[in-house]
């Protein structure tokens, strides 16, 4: 039985981020034949560092809905 884009998400969420970094790698190079520069050890290295700031407190995130608006504004949209 093949499992749900929902319950392969779900699952994902458990993995550890540099996993998760590794599937989106493998992924993007099965599908399209190249990996996403973005994905290279020092990228993988600051998104890990950044979202353990987040969980810690240190640094608070900003949603998407405010960052998008913000971009908008600056486009002129």
Not at 37 to 60: D, F, N, Y
Request: zero cysteines; proline letters at 5%; glycine letters at 6%.
């Amino acid at each position: 039985m093949a499992l749900t884009l929902d319950q392969i998400v779900e699952e994902a969420r458990q993995w550890p981020d540099d996993v998760v970094a590794e599937l989106v790698d493998r992924l993007m190079l099965a599908k399209h034949g190249v990996s996403d520069p973005a994905l290279s050890p020092a990228w993988r290295s600051t998104v890990t560092r950044r979202v353990e700031e987040i969980r810690r407190g240190e640094v608070q995130g900003v949603p998407g809905e405010v960052v998008s608006a913000r971009i908008r504004k600056i486009v002129g949209r």
